[in-house]
């Protein structure tokens, strides 16, 4: 029997996959950023929550950060890297496509409702927390 209990929720946490993150000789937490100089870069972290899959990092990178996430293992630091962009089969280009049209007729929608809010001279507007 598995028990699974969430104790504490962070909406603006920042998690990866636990395979890319890795311990140093002294013990400390690490992962690897690909840098925009073609090489990869250890960068230490600090973890919070972990569990089989996913890592919280409570401080030592942002949100966006390049992390590699295959084939990290035992990389020094400065090692020089080739990124490799995802292979993209023909049903998720065909399904891109189909969701490129969806997204066009709700943008025309979104035009018109804006047309209609400037009309009435009114707009709602959201603060940071999302509400009105």
Same mark, same amino acid.
């Given at each position: 029997m598995q028990v699974a209990i969430t104790?504490?929720?962070d909406k603006d946490?920042?998690?990866i996959p636990a395979g890319t993150v890795f311990k140093n000789p002294e013990?400390?937490?690490y992962v690897l950023l690909a840098g925009t100089d073609e090489k990869a870069h250890l960068k230490t972290v600090h973890v919070g929550i972990r569990n089989a899959e996913s890592v919280e990092i409570a401080s030592g990178i942002k949100e966006g950060d390049p992390i590699i996430s295959n084939g990290g293992y035992a990389v020094p630091d400065g090692t020089k890297i080739k990124v490799e962009k995802p292979e993209t089969s023909e049903k998720e280009t065909a399904a891109g496509d189909?969701? @490129? &049209?969806k997204e066009d007729k709700k943008d025309d929608k979104d035009d018109k409702? @804006? &047309?209609d809010a400037k009309?009435?001279?009114?707009a709602a507007k959201t603060d940071d927390k999302g509400k009105e």
């Open positions: 104790a504490k929720t946490a920042v998690v013990g400390g937490d189909d969701k @490129d &049209k409702d @804006d &047309k009309k009435s001279g009114s």
